[in-house]
């Protein structure tokens, strides 16, 4: 009799995460996991309780995937490159993992998660793209405030953008996309002063 493997947390998620980026979120269900992964449904029962909760850590594990090296990747770059690279990855995540995209960004997570992850918060009291937002501030010497709100204004234009080209089904080159965030992000900077190299 060969040995069972044990299904993990990590095994059960990256299961989760491979449906949701081939299928979307409706093709992530406890036997659709557990077909994926050779097991019963036990393990996925076991580890998560429920759907709802399994959805919720999806949720974080897929922003994770999305997003995670992005620090990273960021690192020793001059501020307006580093926010560039950020604009970069938000349009090409859209474009390369549109499912993935639409659940960590688009979706409402009250519906598909079960809760909000602002809490009461409005989502715009809170800071867009903050690491960039404190290198310009640091490296152009101009108050959060004042970097803040551009960055804001570029953070949505870029979202917008990208849901736009999602519902467009991507019919717009992502290298063009990213040309116009550049673009679009160069202008409104040059409203604060500050320049691209």
């Given at each position: 009799?060969?040995?069972?493997?044990?299904?993990?947390?990590?095994?059960?998620?990256?299961?989760?995460?491979?449906?949701l980026?081939?299928?979307?979120?409706?093709?992530?269900?406890?036997?659709?996991?557990?077909?994926?992964?050779?097991?019963?449904?036990?393990?996925?029962?076991?580890?998560f309780?429920?759907?709802?909760?399994?959805?919720?850590?999806?949720?974080?594990?897929?922003?994770?995937?999305?997003?995670?090296?992005?620090?990273e990747?960021?690192?020793?770059?001059?501020?307006?490159?580093?926010?560039?690279?950020?604009?970069?990855?938000?349009?090409?995540?859209?474009?390369?993992?549109?499912?993935?995209?639409?659940?960590?960004?688009?979706?409402?997570?009250?519906?598909t998660i079960?809760?909000?992850?602002?809490?009461?918060?409005?989502?715009?009291?809170?800071?867009?793209?903050?690491?960039?937002?404190k290198?310009?501030?640091?490296?152009?010497?101009?108050?959060?405030?004042?970097?803040?709100?551009?960055?804001?204004?570029?953070?949505?234009?870029?979202?917008?953008?990208?849901?736009?080209m999602?519902?467009?089904?991507?019919?717009?080159?992502?290298?063009?996309?990213?040309?116009m965030?550049?673009?679009?992000?160069?202008?409104?900077?040059?409203?604060?002063?500050?320049?691209?190299?």
């Amino acid at each position: 009799m060969g040995r069972k493997t044990k299904i993990t947390r990590e095994m059960i998620l990256q299961a989760a995460y491979e449906l949701l980026d081939e299928s979307g979120i409706g093709a992530v269900g406890i036997k659709s996991i557990a077909a994926k992964l050779g097991c019963s449904t036990q393990p996925i029962s076991w580890h998560f309780g429920s759907m709802t909760e399994l959805k919720k850590e999806l949720f974080y594990f897929a922003a994770g995937q999305l997003y995670g090296s992005l620090q990273e990747e960021m690192n020793g770059k001059n501020a307006i490159d580093a926010f560039y690279i950020s604009g970069v990855r938000y349009i090409s995540n859209a474009c390369d993992h549109p499912n993935v995209f639409r659940f960590v960004n688009v979706d409402d997570p009250v519906n598909t998660i079960g809760e909000s992850i602002y809490g009461n918060e409005s989502i715009f009291s809170y800071q867009f793209d903050e690491e960039s937002a404190k290198l310009l501030a640091k490296e152009y010497d101009i108050s959060p405030e004042i970097i803040g709100k551009a960055v804001q204004d570029i953070v949505i234009y870029t979202h917008g953008l990208a849901v736009m080209m999602m519902f467009d089904n991507y019919k717009l080159p992502k290298e063009e996309a990213c040309k116009m965030v550049y673009d679009m992000g160069t202008r409104i900077l040059s409203t604060i002063r500050i320049t691209a190299p």
